[in-house]
């Protein structure tokens, strides 16, 4: 090839040449369905409710300017410095406030920073898991940790989840059955509080529930809580480490208080299993960046985080209310969805004849993005069900995006309708047509999150091959 001539990307021949190559493990690595997305939250034309991203333009940039330059004048050299692994004392400081003001203790040396809570995920399945181990978690899961858990070839079984969480009941009859099974799970991973991408929270009692089962198994909790300080109505629940330190690994992060950029989060685990996620961390990338590490101790020094953070959720509980109001007022009543008491994100569950795989290109031709159900699950469910996120676009984007979506949806639903016979239920905020439905409840069900995972109602007439049809006709469309 002459220089300066480029080569035709990825030609047939290359992916054979380069395949023979590839580790066993790359056969079962997935893409995150959000980061496949990202480059959609990017565009200037999308209405994007897909991303999980805090809104970073509050953060005043004359105080990014004046952190960054106490930076340069105060630690210019140790800043552009590699760190130790384990994070540096300053940085540690402040994790161990935020974990005050979530009620936990922790001292130094039980803190590993990391690069952001994602690489916890990353440490705790390269720490623990053989390939074929089992990892129990919740469905819907947490879909950034689900190309994780298949890079280290895990063997993911989910729980599902209600109103409350993680059903507990039903997670000692797995472990039941894994165990005549003759497996072993190495952790159950949860997001306990404003689950994403579910959006509801672990009552006390199964958190209590779920560290008595812990205990008594003697089993791994990989615990990561990114939100539990944006909350917006109710009280504060422990932590799952605060009521039981020694089968708990918790992970927590800087992302959603403070920037995603800075990409720091930490861990807080049992001794032992700190020493090898170290171990594991120096073989990813040495520490975690020391620039990062100075910024946020700067911002702890010059002034009270929290205040932040209040502005934080005093935005987020707004747009949550606008997007709450905006479905009750362009979602058909086939639909329901969560009531998130704080956190990111609100998931929708429609009927089980829409895809909403197929409905989110349908939805891009109207310039408006969600994260389908499915990215949510390894096993194929989550079909019929959509993540909303109401963080990361303004109230008049929140409208607009919820109107255009609803729009999509009733076309799907009028659409099923022509073929079955069976007359669409109207939006929530109609009145309710008297007699079209035996349903007792009433309409919308706002602020009573139903189950997750659960269709909002069953269709009336077998959908399987109707929903062949549907799909053939929007492919074709
Ligand atoms: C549940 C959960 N865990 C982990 C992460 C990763 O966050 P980060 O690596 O930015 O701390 C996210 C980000 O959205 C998340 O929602």
């Not at 959000?34 to 805090?54: F, H, Q």
């Not at 959006?199 to 009692?205: F, I």
Request: charged share 25%; proline share 7%.
């Amino acid at each position: 090839m002459s220089p300066g001539s480029r080569r035709p990307r990825s030609t047939a021949r290359d992916i054979e040449r380069y395949g023979a190559l590839f580790a066993e493990r790359t056969k079962v690595m997935k893409s995150s369905a959000m980061r496949d997305l990202m480059a959609l939250t990017e565009r200037d034309d999308v209405i994007s409710l897909a991303g999980g991203l805090p809104d970073t333009s509050t953060f005043p940039p004359d105080s990014y300017a004046s952190l960054m330059s106490a930076v340069a004048a105060g630690s210019c050299a140790r800043a552009l410095q590699y760190g130790p692994t384990e994070g540096l004392t300053a940085a540690k400081r402040c994790i161990a406030e935020v974990m005050s003001a979530e009620g936990m203790e922790a001292d130094e040396d039980e803190l590993l920073v990391t690069t952001g809570g994602q690489q916890v995920i990353d440490l705790a399945c390269k720490t623990l898991l053989d390939p074929g181990d089992v990892v129990v978690c919740e469905a819907p899961t947490y879909p950034g940790a689900v190309p994780t858990f298949s890079t280290y070839q895990a063997n993911v079984v989910q729980v599902t989840m209600d109103r409350d969480g993680m059903r507990t009941d039903e997670l000692e009859g797995t472990l039941d059955e894994l165990e005549r099974t003759g497996h072993r799970p190495k952790f159950i991973y949860t997001v306990p509080n404003f689950h994403n991408p579910a959006g509801v929270t672990l009552s006390l009692e199964r958190r209590h529930e779920l560290v008595r089962i812990a205990a008594e198994r003697e089993l791994l909790v990989l615990e990561d809580n990114p939100y539990g300080l944006l909350r917006y109505e109710g009280c504060a629940l422990p932590t799952l480490r605060s009521l039981d330190e020694d089968f708990t690994i918790y992970a927590g992060t800087f992302s959603k208080i403070l920037s995603p950029g800075v990409r720091l989060g930490w861990t807080c685990a049992p001794a032992p299993v700190l020493a090898k996620m170290n171990l594991g961390k120096q073989a990813s990338d040495l520490c975690s960046s020391s620039i990062s590490q100075y910024f946020v101790s700067a911002y702890f020094e010059s002034g009270p985080w929290e205040e932040y953070v209040g502005s934080l959720i005093e935005i987020y509980r707004r747009r949550r209310d606008v997007m709450l109001d905006a479905l009750a007022e362009a979602f058909p009543r086939e639909a329901e969805w969560t009531h998130p008491e704080g956190g990111l994100f609100i998931w929708a569950t429609l009927p089980d004849y829409i895809d909403t795989t197929d409905l989110l290109a349908r939805a891009l031709e109207e310039h408006v993005a969600f994260v389908p159900g499915r990215a949510a699950y390894v096993d194929g469910r989550g079909g019929s069900e959509m993540r909303l996120n109401f963080s990361g676009v303004d109230e008049d984007e929140i409208r607009e995006g919820i109107r255009r979506i609803g729009e999509v949806v009733r076309e799907q639903i009028e659409l099923y309708g022509t073929l079955t016979g069976v007359a669409p239920a109207g939006r929530r905020a109609d009145p309710e047509p008297a007699g079209t439905r035996g349903d007792p409840e009433p309409a919308g069900r706002r602020g009573e999150p139903e189950p997750a995972g659960q269709p909002a109602s069953e269709p009336e007439a077998p959908a399987a091959d109707v929903a062949n049809v549907l799909q053939l006709r929007r492919r074709r469309a």
